[in-house]
């Protein structure tokens, strides 16, 4: 997988490599400006009529300063642009229009910083952040750390120069020196090398590096939305069906019988499908309003498990802490496999997790902070459609409903299991996860390709 920053890379590759766009025999060659280098030393080959030049060949380089900030009047009528490292770092954008601060014309006359004109190359020469670089689009200074290049328009387009210092920002991070502050000499930087086609040429590959950027980004707000909103958009929608008879071409007859109002949370809730019917939580579970109310502690004889430890939908029985619990308590505090626990309170209020294994070593109880709920013997419902069920939308407005305190947030057991929840005949239960299961593992594998691109 070709994660999107990668693929940048490698687009920037192409083209200060010849390899982008296809040359074109009318164009004429670049002349040699200023020393030619070493055929041994070219760090690749070039096309027939490029040439590898010296920055300072191709244009004029300068520096900044900064005026005393202890004197007002430097800074009191800030009509000059003054950019610095920090700005180049915070932007995200090809061009800079200004900096964080400007200077007056006085702290112009009075530092080491001079105008440069828009269209110019800015490149941080000193510190953690070397490398970051934008084109001005104003006149400007900047401060001393960074360096200035003003490019020879009848040689070089400044976008090119960009380009090529973001494909070689490694190798020239590298020639930076000192520990403390890296810095990259004026001398340096005057001396870098940078492959150079013909003029004309160089705007083909510009436009052909915008055009693919362009496309990038294209594809990497798809990852956004697909990581995020959106398919958690799909997900609900999902559940929404599935919970409402509609995803598995159920019988469009719908029982007039089977609408009901849940008058304790004021839920409206739909028709359902013939031969489903409406019931509430507490009907076919058995909740547990009681936890053990202890505090966590490095050793004991059963795993504690708090809030913090379904936070992410899966449980690291090795990181669950231990507590003490005497076993006369155990029969109605300790957790088996297919029992859910709810967080009753907090900023997780109403979060479910299924426990689908146990420590191997230690029984495990829950805390004061969840509720369990265990299916009851007999009861017609299939644990994951529970799950679905405490995965939806019905169910997180039903929460919502639920809720009550001021300062914090909290439901009761006698209020989740009034809670309304549809029930289809158990075979349709089946088929509904398995249709849900293939569906949402889908849509998580869209997800996680978002996320993979975007590393």
Not at 208 to 227: P, Q, S, T
Request: glycine share 6%; aromatic share 8%.
């Amino acid at each position: 997988m070709v994660k999107l920053n990668n693929l940048r890379r490698l687009i920037l590759r192409k083209a200060v490599t010849g390899e982008l766009v296809v040359q074109q025999e009318n164009e004429s060659e670049v002349l040699q400006i200023g020393p030619e280098l070493d055929e041994k030393e070219m760090p690749f080959h070039l096309p027939n009529k490029w040439k590898f030049v010296q920055l300072n060949a191709i244009g004029e380089i300068g520096g900044g300063g900064t005026p005393a900030s202890k004197v007002a009047e430097y800074w009191s009528d800030p009509t000059v642009i003054w950019i610095t490292a920090s700005d180049l770092h915070a932007l995200n954008s090809v061009y800079i229009v200004k900096g964080a601060r400007c200077i007056s014309k006085s702290g112009l006359k009075n530092c080491k910083a001079k105008l440069f004109p828009s269209g110019s190359l800015i490149f941080t020469t000193t510190g953690d952040n070397i490398g970051d670089l934008a084109i001005s689009t104003q006149e400007f200074c900047v401060n001393d750390s960074c360096t200035v290049f003003v490019p020879f328009c009848n040689y070089v387009e400044v976008k090119w120069i960009y380009y090529a210092f973001l494909d070689a920002n490694k190798e020239i991070k590298e020639l930076a020196s000192g520990t403390t502050t890296p810095r990259l000499s004026k001398e340096d930087f005057r001396k870098l090398w940078i492959p150079l086609p013909p003029l004309e040429e160089q705007q083909r590959i510009i436009a052909k590096i915008d055009d693919l950027f362009n496309h990038v980004g294209i594809v990497e707000n798809m990852c956004l939305e697909l990581a995020g909103s959106q398919t958690q958009h799909l997900h609900d929608l999902i559940l929404d069906l599935a919970l409402s008879g509609r995803l598995i071409g159920q019988s469009s007859e719908r029982s007039s019988n089977s609408s009901m109002t849940n008058t304790s949370s004021g839920a409206v809730h739909f028709n359902l499908p013939k031969d489903w019917q409406w019931t509430r939580l507490g009907n076919i579970v058995d909740i547990t309003r009681t936890g053990y109310k202890s505090s966590a502690k490095d050793d004991g004889n059963v795993k504690l498990l708090r809030i913090t430890d379904i936070a992410s939908g899966y449980i690291n029985w090795a990181s669950v802490p231990f507590s003490y619990v005497d076993k006369s308590k155990m029969p109605c505090l300790e957790l088996h496999v297919n029992d859910f626990v709810i967080a009753r309170s907090g900023t997780t209020l109403g979060k479910s997790c299924l426990i689908t294994k146990l420590d191997d070593r230690y029984p495990c109880v829950f805390s004061v902070s969840l509720i369990k709920v265990s299916i009851k013997h007999n009861s017609r419902i299939d644990i994951g459609f529970l799950k679905l069920f405490f995965e939806s939308p019905m169910y997180w407005q039903g929460i919502r409903s639920l809720e009550r305190g001021t300062a914090v947030s909290n439901i009761t057991s006698e209020q989740l299991g009034n809670m309304l929840i549809p029930l289809p005949p158990l075979p349709e239960q089946y088929m509904i996860v398995a249709k849900c299961e293939n569906l949402l593992s889908r849509i998580n594998k869209i997800r996680a390709l978002g996320e993979l691109i975007n590393i």
